[in-house]
């Protein structure tokens, strides 16, 4: 599957921008999710491998929106109330009948039409007289009616190939005839953390050893993303014992990610793991927390080295591991919806690269949304992640954000 063409971008050459970067996964990895029948019970949330096309009208015939009396529309009066006896009574489920000329038919919301009727008044507007009924002027013809297949026709495309389905596509599906649909396969996702200094969370620490927060965070995400995940655990800083983790693990996964370990630093050692078994696509991306981040292939499986500092590796994930995820299991890549709203706040940053900042949204007094920057801003501000409502995104050309100006934020729960 994941096969490079050719290696255009070493690991010698510059920095990308995010934008390449996104645009490079389309064209160096095929999808690789194979394609498997699943009842639409367990449908949620998985990438569709077909199209869904409506089998039936919906709704598939013409029926009452409301509890009340079907009329034919051009037996009422033209000016005034117009007074009907009551001939029959249709509930949901009966088959259809007839109305007669100059009469009304008792109905149910969601019971079929009787025939030759157009018109249904609601119970609670008229007044019932014995075994007829009084009726207000002024109701147009059509009223409380729906129309077969004027919510969907039939044979119109509802769902597309590529999209996730939430409960409420499901509920779609099954309305214009299905019970089961052709889906991507759930990609198989493993992940390690390295570093010498990362302990299992509860783990009594040692001098200079920290708690493994990334994995417990990407594990999270990553069902989140609908994928299968597997924890497989911490790598020590060793270049030949990653190495020959990743390459002996590569032949299971779909897609191998780690956190930790690929900046140039002396003890980073997982960018010549790659080098060594697999290939990098390019490493470093212009943005701002994340820049140092791997991509890569071990044999047909991708990769991704995130960076080991939390903030970092959440963008990562999101705006970069999340796309290719994407990719791989055959999902359209639609990119998170970006809110403008009101800055709170002043930051200066550098031109080429995009910065993440952490904030958290208020309405003002005049009920705009106005975004204020979390007081740490460390990539490794964890607490102040944890306590942000969105990421605001400030773009490469940006070199100042005064307060007053609008800023795009994505809200984090967009992001899942
Ligand atoms: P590195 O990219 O390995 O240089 O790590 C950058 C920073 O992230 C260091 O402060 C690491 O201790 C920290 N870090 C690395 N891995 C993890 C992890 N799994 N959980 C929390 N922090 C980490
Ligand atoms: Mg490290």
């Known amino acids: 599957m994941a096969r490079l063409i050719d290696d255009c971008l070493a690991s010698g050459s ?22 498997e029948t699943v009842a639409l019970q367990d449908a949620d949330g998985r990438i569709l491998a077909q199209d869904v096309i409506a089998g039936i009208n919906l709704p598939p015939f013409d029926n009452s929106a409301v509890d009340g009396y079907a009329v034919r529309h051009a037996d009422l ?76 026709a039939c044979g119109a495309r509802v769902l597309a190939d590529g999209h996730r389905l939430t409960p409420q596509d499901v509920a779609l599906a099954a309305a214009v005839g299905h019970h089961r649909l052709d889906l991507r396969r759930r990609l198989r996702v493993a992940v390690f953390s390295t570093g010498d200094e990362v302990a299992e969370p509860g783990a009594a620490l040692r001098p200079g050893a920290i708690h493994d927060s990334n994995r417990v965070m990407l594990v999270a995400l990553l069902r989140r993303f609908g994928t299968e995940v597997h924890d497989l655990g911490i790598l020590r800083d060793d270049a030949a014992q990653l190495g020959s983790r990743l390459a002996e693990c590569a032949p299971s996964y779909d897609l191998i990610l780690t956190s930790g370990g690929v900046s140039v630093g002396e003890e980073d050692h997982v960018r010549p793991a790659i080098e060594a078994v697999g290939r990098l696509v390019f490493w470093r991306l212009r943005i701002k927390p994340g820049r140092p981040v791997a991509m890569g292939v071990i044999g047909d499986t991708a990769f991704v080295g995130l960076p080991g500092n939390p903030v970092a590796a959440y963008v990562t994930l999101m705006f970069l591991v999340r796309p290719l995820i994407a990719r791989l299991a055959g999902a359209t890549v639609r990119p998170p919806l970006a809110i403008p709203v009101r800055a709170g706040f002043t930051h200066a940053k550098r031109a080429g690269r995009r910065e993440f900042l952490r904030v958290v949204l208020h309405r003002t007094p005049d009920g705009a949304l106005e975004a204020h920057k979390c007081s740490t801003h460390g990539a490794a501000g964890l607490a102040s992640l944890a306590a942000s409502d969105a990421l605001a995104i400030l773009a490469e050309d940006v070199t100042a954000l005064q307060a007053g100006d609008i800023v795009d934020v994505i809200f984090h729960d967009r992001l899942g």
């Open 77 to 152: 009066a033209p000016e005034g109330e117009t007074v009907l006896p009551v001939r029959g009574r249709i509930a949901a489920g009966a088959t259809e009948a007839g109305i007669a000329a100059a009469c009304a038919v008792r109905i149910f919301t969601g019971a079929p039409m009787p025939a030759g009727a157009d018109t249904v008044f609601m119970q609670e507007d008229v007044v019932v007289d014995g075994a007829q009924v009084v009726l207000p002027s002024g109701l147009k013809r059509g009223a409380n009616r729906r129309v077969a297949g004027e919510d969907v």
């Open 14 to 35: 510059s920095a990308m921008t995010l934008d390449d970067a996104v645009a490079l996964i389309a064209v160096r990895f095929p999808i690789c999710a194979g394609i």
